[in-house]
């Protein structure tokens, strides 16, 4: 922020951003399977065939949940219109990621979706910004999922106009955090980028030296892909309408070439999950993951 620029908090939470259609057909969600890595290791592994081929045709293939991430991906750039906010988006960091299902995603479809912000802090030298898209089927107006995030904009806080920082949220932490979990290698960002994420910090060197990292890193809703990916075929019999939610918070940078350990914990109907990048002992994401019932192969 400028010195002596003062952010409105109503102004901000009652936002009306535009209404945004997104148009998907088989070959993207295929496409997107492969960029988080499904049949990396066996192309004709049958937990995972399913996301890029069907014998009946291609209008048959299954969608993975975290796909429903992409409907929301346009809306990052939208927040340079919220009144007062202003910063560099070379700086901007992804947080965290809620997701919630409401029916599995068609193989292709027209897609409506709106937005609004629900949450804003001042965290002194960086503002934290957290919204949410809920995306519906053009033609029934059905809903199909929710998208919650949480951005990170280095060089954006100090807004606060009393001497008290604003953190304001519409829900309970616990409905935004990633809860603390008990005591492969993936494919290139420049794979992953062709769903739509385009963001230069994934693919230029200099944009990334900009932001701090010595080389451009992966997606992190690429490394919940993986993390997701892995508990469908571990937990959910490979399944993947078993899941309501995913929840995932990014806590490190990983370098593409590394390699992703995901460990996961069932307590009840709900999956705890980390990411560690082997080569660095280091956790890189951590969440949870709700499904509807267990698995028959458990």
């Known amino acids: 922020m400028e010195d002596g620029s003062e952010v409105n908090l109503e102004l901000i939470t009652s936002h009306k951003f535009a209404e945004t259609t997104f148009t998907y057909n088989e070959r993207d969600v295929a496409v997107y399977a492969l960029g988080v890595g499904a049949c990396a290791r066996d192309a004709v592994d049958k937990d995972e065939l399913k996301y890029v081929y069907h014998q009946d045709g291609q209008q048959f293939i299954q969608v993975l949940p975290t796909f429903a991430s992409l409907l929301a991906l346009g809306y990052s750039s939208h927040l340079a219109d919220l009144p007062g906010l202003s910063y560099d988006p070379r700086l901007l960091l992804h947080g965290q990621q809620y997701i919630e299902i409401y029916r599995p995603l068609p193989s292709s479809c027209c897609i409506r979706s709106t937005a609004s912000i629900v949450g804003l802090h001042d965290k002194g030298k960086a503002a934290v910004?957290?919204?949410?898209?809920?995306?519906?089927?053009?033609?029934?107006?059905?809903?199909?999922?929710?998208?919650?995030?949480?951005?990170?904009?280095?060089?954006?806080?100090?807004?606060?106009?009393?001497?008290?920082?604003?953190?304001?949220?519409?829900?309970?932490?616990?409905?935004?955090?990633?809860?603390?979990?008990?005591?492969?290698?993936?494919?290139?960002?420049?794979?992953?980028?062709?769903?739509g994420d385009y963001n230069p910090l994934h693919s230029d060197p200099t944009i990334a030296e900009v932001a701090g990292f010595s080389r451009p890193i992966l997606h992190g809703l690429c490394t919940l892909g993986f993390a997701i990916r892995a508990?469908?075929?571990?937990?959910?019999?490979?399944?993947?309408n078993l899941i309501k939610a995913i929840s995932g918070r990014f806590l490190l940078h990983f370098y593409p070439g590394e390699t992703l350990i995901t460990e996961m914990w069932l307590e009840g109907l709900r999956v705890l999950y980390q990411v560690k990048v082997k080569e660095r002992n280091r956790t890189v994401l951590s969440g949870f993951v709700d499904i509807s019932r267990l698995s028959s192969a458990l």
């Not at 935004?176 to 993936?186: D, E, M």
């Not at 508990?231 to 993947?240: E, V």
């Open 129 to 195: 910004v957290d919204y949410e898209v809920v995306s519906y089927e053009k033609e029934s107006g059905e809903p199909l999922c929710m998208n919650r995030m949480s951005v990170y904009l280095r060089g954006a806080g100090g807004f606060s106009k009393s001497s008290q920082p604003i953190s304001y949220t519409k829900y309970p932490a616990n409905q935004i955090l990633a809860p603390k979990v008990p005591n492969r290698r993936p494919f290139t960002a420049l794979l992953y980028r062709l769903s």
């Open 231 to 240: 508990i469908i075929k571990c937990i959910c019999g490979g399944d993947p």
